[in-house]
Structures are given as structure tokens and as C-alpha cells.
């Protein structure tokens, strides 16, 4: 089994659209939780990143970890062509230094 | 310049050939990290280096040889590589210090092996 579960798409939806992405682990020694875009030809970028359970908003976007599941979630609203981009999840453990793991990634391509 | 650079953006070579992958961090990180990222596969971690020195080595070929002469600079030297390494490297950086700690991308080395 896969530490983490990332649903590959590709997703498809119209400009304006609120766009879901999610990702399950199965250790639960995960405790930061962070959503990277990655443009074609450019490397990842940090987008979101939060600590333990809870909601984190940054303008469109929000960030949710659901630890009792194992599942994050990152909503992005009144999705524009420009958040067209792969989106992978990552996530590592308490201490610093700990491996980051990281989800396949969801292309994501909005239409205008 | 500014955040992470990599060079050069791609990379053709032959399996005899000798190339080097360069990666240099501007943000006065103390860890520097080599990933590889293939098609449809989440990003592999190849190796870390903290404070210069290497602390994780994933089970990487010997083919791939890193080098770290100082905390912004990594190599990633190659050497009789097969197709099958044609991905894209990416360096990565970080500041290896309490808990909120997170990792800077470099755009990353095109490599094609024929």
C-alpha cells in the first residue's frame, strides 16, 4: 500500500468552478501538511501549508486535514485558467528533518 | 538571483557519457535535497544533505554520484546512465531548523537518456 493516495486525474473544470483535490496516508505519524503547484516545465512551489487538524484559508484557497480519516483536501474557489497546473500533496512528521512523502500529483486544467 | 537554480534545464547524453547536474540555493538554507521525478510516479528522494554532510543516501544506483562542497551548491554527478533515469532532477532546499520547516523547489534538469 502507498503511504499516500493522490488521485492522478486528469481533472477538468470550467473557469469559475470550486475544484476539490484530496489525498489519503496511512501513517499516522504525519503531522504538516502541504499542497504544492507545479506549472509544466517549472519545479513545485509551495502553496499551503498547515500543522495537525484544522482549516487553512489563503485567498481561494483552502487547505484541510482531517487526521481521524487520514485525509486532506485542498479547495480551490472561482478556479481561473491561470490554476491550471499539477497539484501534489506532501506531508512528514513531527521532527525536523523528517522525510517529506508525496502524492502522484493531480493535473488540473481550467477552462475558460 | 534568487530562490533556487538548477542548470542546465535539459540534458541529453548517451549512456557512456559523464555529465554533472548543477543546483545552487540563495536562501541560506542548510539542507539541500536531490528528487526524482518521473512520469505518473510521486517525486523520489535520492539524497539529503544537512550542514554538508550526507544523511540520506535512498538506495540510489551508483551511477548517481551527489556532491555537496558547500551549503549552496549541490552536484548531482552521471555517469553510464540508462533510458530508464530520463526524468526530471529537481533540487530542493530547506532550513532544517524547529518544526515549520519546508522545502524550496529548483524548475529542474530535463534529462533524456538514449
Known amino acids: 500500500q502507498k503511504e499516500v493516495e493522490q488521485d492522478p486525474g486528469p481533472l477538468s473544470v470550467p473557469e469559475g468552478a470550486i475544484v476539490s483535490l484530496n489525498c489519503t496516508y496511512s501513517?499516522?505519524?504525519?503531522?504538516?501538511f502541504m499542497w504544492y503547484r507545479q506549472y509544466s516545465r517549472k519545479g513545485p512551489e509551495l502553496l499551503m501549508y498547515?500543522?495537525?487538524?484544522g482549516n487553512k484559508e489563503d485567498g481561494r484557497f483552502t487547505a484541510q486535514v482531517d487526521k481521524s480519516s487520514k485525509y486532506i483536501s485542498l479547495f480551490i474557489r472561482d478556479s481561473q485558467p491561470s490554476d491550471s497546473a499539477t497539484y501534489l500533496c506532501?506531508?512528514?512528521?513531527?521532527?525536523?528533518?523528517?522525510?517529506?512523502?508525496f502524492g502522484e500529483g493531480t493535473q488540473l486544467t481550467v477552462n475558460p | 538571483e534568487t530562490g533556487v537554480t538548477q542548470t542546465p534545464r535539459h540534458l541529453v547524453m548517451g549512456m557512456t557519457n559523464k555529465k554533472s547536474l548543477k543546483c545552487e540555493q540563495h536562501?541560506?538554507?542548510?539542507?539541500m535535497y536531490w528528487y526524482k521525478q518521473s512520469a505518473k510516479k510521486p517525486l523520489e528522494l535520492m539524497f539529503v544533505?544537512?550542514?554538508?554532510?550526507?544523511?540520506e543516501n535512498n538506495s540510489v544506483p551508483s551511477r548517481f554520484s551527489p556532491e555537496c562542497p558547500n551549503s549552496s551548491h549541490l552536484f548531482l554527478h552521471l555517469h553510464t546512465l540508462q533510458p530508464e533515469d530520463s526524468a526530471l532532477y529537481l533540487c530542493?532546499?530547506?532550513?532544517?531548523?524547529?518544526?515549520?520547516?519546508?522545502?524550496?523547489f529548483g524548475p529542474g534538469t530535463r534529462l533524456l537518456v538514449l
Open positions: 544533505y544537512s550542514l554538508e554532510e550526507r544523511v
Open positions: 501513517n499516522s505519524a504525519f503531522q504538516y
Open positions: 530542493a532546499s530547506s532550513h532544517q531548523e524547529g518544526r515549520e520547516e519546508t522545502q524550496y
Open positions: 536562501l541560506g538554507h542548510n539542507a
Open positions: 498547515t500543522y495537525s487538524s
Open positions: 506532501a506531508m512528514r512528521g513531527e521532527t525536523s528533518g523528517s522525510r517529506l512523502t
